[in-house]
C-alpha cells in the first residue's frame, strides 16, 4: 500500500455523501470542514477525529451501530 494511501475503505461513506449532499464540498461545509480537508482523508493524508465522525454521522443520518461500516472497513490489501 502506498504511504499516502488511507487503510480505511470510504466507499460507503462516498456513495452517502454523493446522496445526501451531492459534493464532498457541501458534505465538508456540512460538518464545519474545508473541502481541502476531507480529501485529504479520503487520499490518506489525514485522518478523521472523534469529533468528525460525530458530525458526519449525523449529517448523513447513519445510526452508532453502522458508523464502523462507513468509517473502518479496512481496504483489501493488495500483494
Known amino acids: ?3 499516502s494511501q488511507s487503510i480505511f475503505d470510504y466507499a ?3 456513495g452517502a455523501i ?3 449532499f451531492g459534493t464532498e464540498g457541501a458534505f ?3 460538518i464545519g470542514r ?3 480537508y476531507i480529501s485529504k482523508v479520503f487520499q490518506g493524508k489525514s485522518n478523521f477525529d472523534a ?3 460525530n458530525r458526519s454521522a449525523e449529517a448523513l443520518e447513519i445510526g452508532p451501530d453502522e458508523i464502523g461500516r462507513y468509517f473502518f ?7
Open 73 to 79: 472497513t479496512l481496504r483489501a490489501q493488495k500483494d
Open 18 to 20: 454523493r446522496e445526501h
Open 1 to 3: 500500500m502506498r504511504p
Open 12 to 14: 460507503k461513506l462516498r
Open 34 to 36: 474545508s473541502p481541502n
Open 51 to 53: 469529533l468528525d465522525i
Open 28 to 30: 465538508a461545509k456540512a
